[in-house]
Protein backbone atom coordinates (compact mmCIF):
# COMPACT_ATOMS: atom_id res chain seq x y z
CA UNK A 1 0.00 0.00 0.00
CA UNK A 2 1.80 3.22 -1.43
CA UNK A 3 -0.45 5.61 0.03
CA UNK A 4 -0.70 7.77 3.75
CA UNK A 5 -0.08 5.82 6.36
CA UNK A 6 -0.39 6.88 10.49
CA UNK A 7 0.29 5.59 13.65
CA UNK A 8 -0.70 4.40 15.99
CA UNK A 9 -4.44 4.28 14.74
CA UNK A 10 -5.50 4.29 18.18
CA UNK A 11 -4.27 6.09 21.59
CA UNK A 12 -5.46 6.24 25.17
CA UNK A 13 -3.85 8.04 27.37
CA UNK A 14 -4.02 9.80 30.95
CA UNK A 15 -4.69 13.61 31.26
CA UNK A 16 -1.02 15.34 31.79
CA UNK A 17 0.73 12.88 29.63
CA UNK A 18 2.37 13.21 26.14
CA UNK A 19 1.96 11.50 23.17
CA UNK A 20 3.19 11.15 20.22
CA UNK A 21 2.06 10.24 16.72
CA UNK A 22 3.76 8.94 13.42
CA UNK A 23 2.64 10.42 9.67
CA UNK A 24 4.43 8.60 6.73
CA UNK A 25 3.43 10.38 3.55
CA UNK A 26 3.13 9.37 -0.12
CA UNK A 27 7.03 8.84 -1.06
CA UNK A 28 7.15 11.61 -3.61
CA UNK A 29 4.84 14.38 -1.71
CA UNK A 30 6.06 17.55 -0.90
CA UNK A 31 3.53 18.89 1.71
CA UNK A 32 2.47 17.40 4.59
CA UNK A 33 -0.73 18.28 6.91
CA UNK A 34 -2.07 18.18 9.74
CA UNK A 35 -5.59 18.54 10.74
CA UNK A 36 -8.08 17.21 14.06
CA UNK A 37 -11.30 16.23 13.32
CA UNK A 38 -13.68 16.13 16.45
CA UNK A 39 -17.70 14.19 16.15
CA UNK A 40 -19.90 15.87 13.92
CA UNK A 41 -17.40 18.62 12.59
CA UNK A 42 -14.92 18.77 9.70
CA UNK A 43 -11.27 18.41 9.65
CA UNK A 44 -9.61 21.68 11.33
CA UNK A 45 -6.52 22.61 9.96
CA UNK A 46 -3.51 22.64 12.53
CA UNK A 47 -0.40 23.18 10.58
CA UNK A 48 1.31 22.19 7.30
CA UNK A 49 4.86 21.17 5.63
CA UNK A 50 6.83 21.85 2.44
CA UNK A 51 9.83 19.54 2.75
CA UNK A 52 11.02 20.21 6.21
CA UNK A 53 9.59 23.60 6.64
CA UNK A 54 6.68 24.81 8.48
CA UNK A 55 4.93 26.79 6.62
CA UNK A 56 1.87 28.17 8.56
CA UNK A 57 0.57 27.04 11.82
CA UNK A 58 -3.64 27.39 13.21
CA UNK A 59 -3.95 29.17 16.34
CA UNK A 60 -5.66 25.88 17.04
CA UNK A 61 -2.36 25.06 17.59
CA UNK A 62 -1.25 26.03 21.14
CA UNK A 63 2.40 25.77 22.50
CA UNK A 64 1.20 22.43 23.77
CA UNK A 65 1.39 21.30 19.84
CA UNK A 66 4.73 20.49 17.95
CA UNK A 67 4.90 19.24 15.07
CA UNK A 68 8.55 17.92 12.86
CA UNK A 69 9.20 17.28 9.23
CA UNK A 70 12.88 16.80 10.25
CA UNK A 71 14.38 15.30 7.02
CA UNK A 72 11.19 16.52 4.57
CA UNK A 73 9.99 12.77 4.81
CA UNK A 74 8.01 11.31 7.74
CA UNK A 75 6.10 13.85 10.10
CA UNK A 76 5.52 13.88 13.99
CA UNK A 77 2.96 15.38 16.48
CA UNK A 78 3.48 15.54 19.85
CA UNK A 79 0.82 16.64 22.26
CA UNK A 80 2.52 17.82 25.80
CA UNK A 81 0.24 17.70 29.19
CA UNK A 82 -2.48 16.34 27.02
CA UNK A 83 -5.81 17.78 28.00
CA UNK A 84 -9.57 15.50 27.66
CA UNK A 85 -10.11 18.45 24.93
CA UNK A 86 -7.59 17.02 22.81
CA UNK A 87 -9.48 13.59 22.65
CA UNK A 88 -10.28 13.51 18.47
CA UNK A 89 -8.87 12.14 15.01
CA UNK A 90 -5.21 13.57 13.94
CA UNK A 91 -5.71 13.33 10.37
CA UNK A 92 -2.51 13.79 8.06
CA UNK A 93 -2.68 14.38 4.89
CA UNK A 94 0.02 14.73 1.89
CA UNK A 95 -0.19 16.43 -1.41
CA UNK A 96 2.41 17.05 -4.66
CA UNK A 97 1.80 20.70 -5.38
CA UNK A 98 1.87 21.17 -9.46
CA UNK A 99 0.60 24.56 -10.27
CA UNK A 100 -2.35 25.41 -8.65
CA UNK A 101 -3.27 21.82 -8.40
CA UNK A 102 -3.35 20.33 -4.83
CA UNK A 103 -5.41 17.49 -4.42
CA UNK A 104 -4.44 15.99 -0.65
CA UNK A 105 -4.44 12.33 0.06
CA UNK A 106 -5.13 11.59 3.46
CA UNK A 107 -4.47 8.80 6.25
CA UNK A 108 -6.67 6.46 7.97
CA UNK A 109 -5.90 8.68 11.01
CA UNK A 110 -4.91 8.48 15.04
CA UNK A 111 -7.95 8.36 17.18
CA UNK A 112 -6.77 10.03 20.41
CA UNK A 113 -8.91 9.16 23.92
CA UNK A 114 -7.64 11.52 26.80
CA UNK A 115 -9.10 10.26 30.57
CA UNK B 1 -20.02 32.95 10.62
CA UNK B 2 -17.87 30.11 9.56
CA UNK B 3 -15.64 30.62 6.49
CA UNK B 4 -17.48 27.38 4.99
CA UNK B 5 -20.91 26.48 5.88
CA UNK B 6 -23.19 23.14 5.06
CA UNK B 7 -26.46 22.09 6.56
CA UNK B 8 -25.20 19.02 8.29
CA UNK B 9 -28.57 17.16 7.69
CA UNK B 10 -28.89 14.14 7.49
CA UNK B 11 -30.86 14.12 4.03
CA UNK B 12 -32.75 10.79 4.37
CA UNK B 13 -33.58 9.75 0.98
CA UNK B 14 -35.27 6.35 -1.04
CA UNK B 15 -32.90 4.88 -3.42
CA UNK B 16 -33.15 6.00 -6.77
CA UNK B 17 -33.50 9.67 -5.78
CA UNK B 18 -31.70 12.46 -7.06
CA UNK B 19 -30.53 14.65 -3.68
CA UNK B 20 -28.59 17.93 -3.74
CA UNK B 21 -25.93 19.51 -1.51
CA UNK B 22 -25.37 23.29 -0.91
CA UNK B 23 -22.10 24.77 0.48
CA UNK B 24 -21.32 28.76 1.12
CA UNK B 25 -17.89 30.06 1.84
CA UNK B 26 -17.04 33.56 2.91
CA UNK B 27 -14.17 34.69 1.48
CA UNK B 28 -14.16 35.80 -1.87
CA UNK B 29 -10.44 35.24 -2.13
CA UNK B 30 -10.85 31.49 -2.59
CA UNK B 31 -9.85 30.10 -5.49
CA UNK B 32 -10.01 26.16 -5.45
CA UNK B 33 -12.67 23.97 -4.61
CA UNK B 34 -13.71 20.15 -4.04
CA UNK B 35 -15.96 17.48 -2.35
CA UNK B 36 -14.60 14.49 -0.66
CA UNK B 37 -16.77 11.91 0.93
CA UNK B 38 -15.90 10.49 4.72
CA UNK B 39 -17.79 7.18 5.18
CA UNK B 40 -17.86 6.75 9.46
CA UNK B 41 -14.69 6.11 11.12
CA UNK B 42 -12.63 6.67 7.74
CA UNK B 43 -10.71 9.36 6.44
CA UNK B 44 -11.48 11.99 3.78
CA UNK B 45 -11.69 11.04 0.14
CA UNK B 46 -11.67 13.09 -3.21
CA UNK B 47 -14.70 12.95 -4.79
CA UNK B 48 -14.50 15.05 -7.07
CA UNK B 49 -12.85 18.69 -7.72
CA UNK B 50 -15.50 21.63 -8.92
CA UNK B 51 -14.64 23.69 -12.05
CA UNK B 52 -16.06 27.00 -13.18
CA UNK B 53 -17.82 25.52 -15.65
CA UNK B 54 -19.42 22.66 -13.86
CA UNK B 55 -18.29 19.43 -14.17
CA UNK B 56 -20.04 16.03 -13.98
CA UNK B 57 -18.38 12.44 -12.97
CA UNK B 58 -21.40 9.63 -13.62
CA UNK B 59 -24.21 10.35 -11.13
CA UNK B 60 -22.52 13.09 -9.45
CA UNK B 61 -22.53 17.02 -10.87
CA UNK B 62 -20.71 19.83 -8.99
CA UNK B 63 -21.35 23.42 -9.76
CA UNK B 64 -19.57 26.66 -8.60
CA UNK B 65 -21.84 29.67 -8.64
CA UNK B 66 -18.71 32.63 -7.31
CA UNK B 67 -21.33 35.55 -7.40
CA UNK B 68 -23.28 33.33 -5.00
CA UNK B 69 -20.45 32.25 -3.18
CA UNK B 70 -21.91 28.51 -3.13
CA UNK B 71 -20.68 25.07 -4.62
CA UNK B 72 -23.40 22.59 -4.92
CA UNK B 73 -23.40 18.89 -5.34
CA UNK B 74 -26.09 16.65 -7.44
CA UNK B 75 -26.23 12.92 -6.76
CA UNK B 76 -28.54 11.36 -8.98
CA UNK B 77 -29.95 8.07 -8.98
CA UNK B 78 -28.46 7.19 -5.47
CA UNK B 79 -27.32 3.88 -4.09
CA UNK B 80 -27.08 2.53 -0.70
CA UNK B 81 -23.48 3.19 -1.12
CA UNK B 82 -23.39 6.76 -1.22
CA UNK B 83 -24.25 7.02 2.44
CA UNK B 84 -21.80 8.76 3.67
CA UNK B 85 -20.81 12.26 4.86
CA UNK B 86 -19.92 14.90 1.87
CA UNK B 87 -17.20 17.23 2.90
CA UNK B 88 -17.36 20.59 1.17
CA UNK B 89 -13.56 21.90 0.66
CA UNK B 90 -12.25 25.41 -0.21
CA UNK B 91 -8.93 26.62 -0.78
CA UNK B 92 -8.05 30.51 -0.67
CA UNK B 93 -6.07 31.87 -2.49
CA UNK B 94 -2.05 32.36 -1.35
CA UNK B 95 -2.72 29.00 0.98
CA UNK B 96 -2.61 25.47 0.29
CA UNK B 97 -4.44 24.60 3.35
CA UNK B 98 -8.26 22.84 3.09
CA UNK B 99 -10.88 25.00 4.97
CA UNK B 100 -13.38 22.21 5.76
CA UNK B 101 -17.29 22.80 6.02
CA UNK B 102 -18.91 20.45 8.87
CA UNK B 103 -20.10 17.86 6.45
CA UNK B 104 -23.58 17.15 4.87
CA UNK B 105 -24.41 13.45 5.93
CA UNK B 106 -26.68 11.41 3.70
CA UNK B 107 -28.73 8.16 4.41
CA UNK B 108 -29.93 6.18 0.82
CA UNK B 109 -32.64 4.13 2.13
CA UNK B 110 -33.60 0.85 0.84
Known amino acids: DTGVSQNPRHKITKRGQNVTFRCDPI?????LYWYRQTLGQGPEFLTYFQNEAQLEKSRLLSDRFSAERPKGSFSTLEIQRTEQGDSAMYLC?????????????FGPGTRLTVL | RKEVEQDPGPFNVPEGATVAFNCTYS??????FFWYRQDCRKEPKLLMS???SGNEDGRFTAQLNRASQYISLLIRDSKLSDSATYLC???????????FGTGTRLKVLA
Open chain 2, 27 to 32: NSASQS
Open chain 2, 89 to 99: VVITSGTYKYI
Open chain 1, 93 to 105: ASSLVRGSYNEQF
Open chain 2, 50 to 52: VYS
Open chain 1, 27 to 31: SEHNR
